[in-house]
């Protein structure tokens, strides 16, 4: 019985004990974690002490509330970087510079670039040393796409002292190239070039249609060209000379005015196996020759397609409009209303074709018709042609369009 008891008494002393020991656990945890607490607390309003950082998104302040400045409401850092002060312009020197040392070093892109740049330096002197540097780079240069851009661009500038960088580059393999310097030459009025002109021009195949053979043509017309009139009219003559190149041929007649060209004109206007618009060409620069012994020839072939059928008449628009055009260019007065009367075609390029014509004549009845078309005619292409012939006419176009 003692016994029982005893060992009843011991295991409660067991629990005692275990629940005890948990309890003064407990307390100890809590204990140290105030302790914890108040160190931390102590630590962070101590002098020199920062606290943790706040993990809290919306907590996170920006580098403008830390520094005690608040940052433009609406706009990110990015936005206020954009909205720095715009730089001063550069003077025309530093611009110069900039250009040469891009010319000297940099990418063909930038080159390319630098090169457009030319034209805004105004100073004389310093616009000067960038053209020699340019002309210098370009004579060895072999991209054609920055020498195009080069005689281009120097083209548009006058310098008359790249004329011989254009005669020379004429040798150049790409015909882009050899096409802007013959163009750059007409613009410059190289005229030392012209016998090297003439040379490229005979070597040229005549048989197939060519960018450069017309810019060839183009330029030596307008260098009045008329030591290669034979070689032309031979080459007028001949069945196997490309029909574009007859146009060149026959408008480069008319721009020098060769009159012993007159009997290689008539012939073509008067073919009616030829192409329509080389009998047109023709007989515009019959024209402008001045012999009025050919009224008559075009006053027949004008009476020839008027007698056609309207259908058929339209197949020849262009040439009996430059035979009324011819016409009056010989003093025929009676040709004028005629012309005029085309731009009452319900035909857009009829109008189109007749603008470009009756241009040439200025007096009231056309200015009148001109003006007209160029405020009230429904296609906006008439309208504005009749406006750049007004203008080329130097008639005066302010006039408030029509609405």
Known sequence: MKKRSFMKSRKKARVYYALTSKAVCVIAFLAACLGSYALHAAEATAPGKTTPAITDKSALKSDADKSGKKAPAGKSDAAAKKEKPKAEPVTDEKKAEFINETLDYGTQEERAKAIDKI???KDPAARGSVVKK???????????????????VLSELKESGSITLMTDKLDHRSEEVRVACVYGLKSLNGQSAKEKLIG????????????????????LGEFKALEIVPFIKESLEKNTTNTSVKESMILFLGKTQARDARD????????????????AYAVNSLAKLGMQDVAVDIKEVIGTIEALDAKKRKQYYDLHLYSIAALAKLGDRDAIPKLINSLRSNNAQVRLKAISLIKDFKEKRTIDILKYKMKYDQNPKVQAAAKNA??????????EKAK
């Open 390 to 399: 007004l203008i080329e006419m130097g008639v005066e176009t302010t006039e």
């Open 200 to 219: 490229k021009l005979k070597a040229q195949s005549l048989e197939t249609t060519s960018t450069y053979t017309d810019a060839l043509l183009q330029t």
């Open 119 to 121: 034209g805004q330096i």
């Open 264 to 279: 290689v004109l008539l012939k073509l206007f008067r073919d009616e196996d030829e192409n329509e618009m080389v009998r």
């Open 134 to 152: 340019l002309i210098d780079l370009m004579k060895n240069e072999e991209d054609p796409e920055l020498l195009v851009k080069a005689v281009t």
